[in-house]
């Protein structure tokens, strides 16, 4: 199975500041061009929510201050001016095969 | 917009079994891959299993290979999670999820979640 690595395991940012999560996979999860790889957010008590697909693609209505990149086997998820809530667990996976898995997630607070 | 009606959840013994449901309304059932992902209290996602649209594919994660076994009625839009020989540590919560396309690929939007507790 592809494992992947979050870093770090938590973070704090200060409101408005910038907060930098890493996914590292054990395998390329990219192809021709195209990055496997999903993000979530999950606050406490709610089913996950969709931000990111194919890597850095934004899901309708998610804000532009999220924002993603990489490829082959390390990405990043970037959190542009921190807000209160953005509070919350991020998670990668990657659908590169069909056996997905995700990353182990993040914690992100305010400082 | 999308809907989920997730049921079957409860606390069973080891060894025992389980069938949780998962009925979708307001959009084409037919068209989309689902996806089963849980939770074990105070831990991250875990993916459980996926089967393609037309339920001729599933797959499975390691630690539910042989035990867990995904199906979907079509006619019915729902999708379905038969457990079997549970153990302990598949005590979570368990979301059902729309996958974007027909086979692999990412969910969109998820169910609220039914809890299942193993325990003696």
């Known amino acids: 199975d592809i494992i992947l690595t979050q870093s770090p395991d938590s973070l704090a940012v200060s409101l408005g500041e910038r907060a930098t999560i890493n996914c590292k996979s054990s395998q390329r999860v990219s192809s021709t061009n195209m990055n496997y790889l999903a993000w979530y957010q999950q606050k406490p008590g709610q089913p996950p929510k969709l931000l990111l697909y194919?890597?850095?693609t934004r899901e309708s209505g998610v804000p532009d201050r999220f924002s993603g990149s990489g490829a082959g086997t390390d990405f990043t998820l970037t959190i542009n001016s921190l807000q209160a809530e953005d509070v919350a667990v991020y998670y990668c996976?990657?659908?590169?095969?069909?056996?997905?898995?995700f990353g182990q997630g993040t914690r992100v607070d305010i400082k | 917009e999308a809907e989920w009606l997730e049921s079957g959840g409860g606390l069973v013994q080891p060894g025992e079994s389980l069938r949780l449901s998962c009925k979708f309304s307001?959009?084409?059932?037919?068209?989309?891959?689902m996806s089963w992902v849980r939770q074990a209290p105070g831990k991250g996602l875990e993916w459980v299993s996926s089967i393609t649209n037309d339920g001729y594919g599933t797959h499975y994660a390691e630690p539910v290979r042989g035990r867990f076994t995904i199906s979907r009625d079509n006619s019915k839009d729902i999708v379905y999670l038969q457990m079997s020989s549970l153990r302990v540590e598949d005590t979570a919560i368990y979301y059902c999820?729309?996958?974007?396309?027909?086979?692999?690929?990412?969910?969109?939007?998820w169910g609220q979640g039914t809890l299942v507790t193993v325990s003696s």
């Open positions: 307001g959009f084409h059932f037919n068209v989309n891959a």
């Open positions: 194919w890597a850095s």
């Open positions: 999820g729309k996958d974007v396309g027909a086979t692999n690929g990412w969910v969109d939007s």
């Open positions: 996976q990657q659908y590169y095969d069909v056996i997905r898995t």
